[in-house]
């Protein structure tokens, strides 16, 4: 694997991020008047920090995992990354016109009715390319999810599984200087998963910068070179592998969660889960 | 006559002030103004909207006293400019002349100066300085971009370049929604003629034998105030689910959110000049009122009509995110303003007095009125029209992309 560079493509500075978990919202114009009205329905609501004063750098080529239980901010901070949600309090920069490929879920956009061709010329699009720049990693897309047959097919009548392929398939293909990744492994079959393996491997050795989301030990040993474990929002290590991994699941024991695969001596060809 | 000296010499001078203002961008919106400004002089001077040709024939002695004052304002404005390319000093120079001209001559030979001739000016400027830095804009926006600087990673870009550069996803976007409109249909797009065609036949029929209509080919009026009024309706009230209908996109990709109404109302663009393109030609013959030269100058009014439907339809995508019965509140609205918009009538039907001026204010009564103007009477618009179509088209972008920005933060979180 490369040395990480020393230029930061991400920096995040005392990043806060509040949700408003709100009662009463009006969602509507007739309850904004109702709620003129009546006191008794105006909206309140309960703070919640998904995120409280993170600060990290991520340089070029480093391939960063975090890891957290649920609701510990990990998929808010991917979203920050990303641009889909700007942050309460704090500073998230990014390199300026770095192509940021999301797979926050796969198969986002795909429209059933649309064929798998149409279907990818838009997701690409929606990803920041140029129609020339499609035509060009079409054949590579096609190619890497194996449905060159099914181009033409309304992507309705895909299984879940040619869904996830395309998507994952596109992602893959933008080229993408920074790449960010929900939980993807955790669905599809061990074939899929040891192709996304060989990819990501692939992505990194270009020097790529990879942000991963996971639960899973295995695929962050296999990925990546330093971890981030969030807590509640806050960041309570930032570090190597191993010993993240280990302040993880010394976390999630205190806490009583049982962490399936984290021991001490992790079996090194373990099957990825089906 | 004795106001055209004063007013034609503020005309002339104007045009010339972006000439000395640094910023290219500051020049072309004082450009604007100006423009604006002497619209809404010619307005309140009452200037008729003669033809511009026949007015220019009328003064004979225009003609003999153009090339000298042409060439002297060419000097002019080149020295006041100082800058290197010749474009803008010539045009300047020749619109400058031109007005100075018809201020000299206006009182001898007794025609009032037309509209058309004191803004045009100012409204030539303008139109040139906006396209050239537009286009000038266009072809940077790619390439330029600095590599390596960290920025937030939604920094805001001009809208233009933003929507140049996403020029591929409109594009598609356009595009799979014309897919879906019209798939397994072998008519294709000769279907989005179907519904302006029947409501042009219902209502033709209504107002021939029901209530018979004292203007000659009232069915092409009806025609250009139906497609208008179809394309604004249509449009906003699609625009509506612009953001809310694309839910799970905006919640887990980043793209500029603008491209979403944006392609909403090129969607609806397209089946519109598809439905003029087929239609006014029939029409125009069928009840002999033949197209003039003033035809190719539709493009004006409908360039504005768009503008204002997209003001229109970032302000309700952007709403709807939110607050999820706007659409049931835009349904109202509509049915209101169709009897309030001169789609079925004309302005002239009202004797002059308070209605006719509130018909006159009405949202699209001045886009209706100037596209009938050009294509059925053949004549220009007066300034009234003119003035009132650029303000509601200029307010609604800008309060539009006002909104649309102010809001585009919340979109995945309130969706």
Known sequence: MRPASESPVVRFTQVSKRFLLRRNAAGSVKELCLAALHPSRRETHRELWALRDVTFDIHAGEAVAFVGRNGSGKSTLLKLVAGITAPTQGQVLVTRDARIGTLIELGIGFHGELSARDNVYLNAAIHG?????????????????????????????????????????????????????????????AAFQAQCLDTMRAYRHRGGTLLFVSHEPESVRQI??????????????DGGVDEGLEAYARLSASRGIDVAGVDEHPAPASPPRA | MGYTLPVGFVAALLPMTPAVTPAPWRACFLDALVAAAALALAWWLHLPHGAPAQWLLATPSLLQLFPLVFALSVLAVSRVGGHGAWARPVLAGGVLSLTLCAVLTGPASGTPVPWVVLCGASWLTMLLALAWRGSQLWHSAVHSARQGTLVAPRHHTPVLATLRRQQTLLMLLVARDLTLKYRGSTLGMLWSLANPLIMTVTYGLV????????????????????LAWSFVAVTTRMATSAIVDSGSLVKNVYFPRLVLPTATVLFNLSQYVVALVVLVPILSVATGHLPSWLMLLLPLPLMLLVMFAWGLSLVLAATTARLRDVQHLLDVALQVLFWATPVVYTLDIFPPGPWSTLALYSPLAPFITALRSLAFAAEWPSAQVMTLMVLYAGCAVAVGLGVFVRLEEQFAESL
Do not use: K, W
Not at chain 1, 153 to 179: C, E, K, T
């Open chain 2, 207 to 226: 107002f021939t034998y029901v209530y018979p209509s004292r203007i000659e080919g009232f069915v092409y009026l009806l025609l250009l105030g139906i």
């Open chain 1, 224 to 237: 990546c070179d330093r971890v981030i474990v969030l807590d509640a929002g806050a960041v309570v290590y």
């Open chain 1, 129 to 189: 390319l140029s129609r020339r720049e499609i035509d060009e990693v079409y054949p590579a897309i096609l190619d890497y999810s194996g449905l060159a047959d099914f181009a033409d097919q309304p992507v309705r009548n895909f299984s879940s599984g040619m869904h996830m392929r395309l998507g994952f398939s596109v992602a893959m293909q933008l080229r993408p200087d920074i790449l960010l990744l929900d939980e993807v492994f955790a669905v599809g079959d």
